[in-house]
């Protein structure tokens, strides 16, 4: 891909993100967020690309310590029953 191709494509990700970010979707903010920093680093602007790595992985933990939560929670139902 041209260097010229990822500015547009960044502009659409920008885009994605603030929505995500406006609606509170924290998958989509997940995913717009890793494809940003793999942008970014393409166009070799490795601050974006951190700052977006680390969005991501902080999104990713969130998404993972719910789901523990939720996991632990139903097999505490299950043997409370």
Do not use: C
């Not at 990822?6 to 995913?31: H, P």
């Amino acid at each position: 891909m041209l260097k010229g191709d990822y500015v547009g494509v960044k502009q659409y990700y920008l885009s994605a993100f603030q929505l995500a970010e406006k609606f509170d979707r924290e998958k989509y903010k997940k995913e717009t967020s890793q494809n940003l920093s793999e942008i970014y680093k393409e166009l070799n602007q490795y601050d974006s690309t951190y700052h977006y790595l680390l969005i991501n992985r902080e999104i990713s933990d969130s998404l993972f310590s719910k789901d523990s939560d939720k996991r632990i929670a139903e097999n505490g139902d299950k043997i409370s029953s």
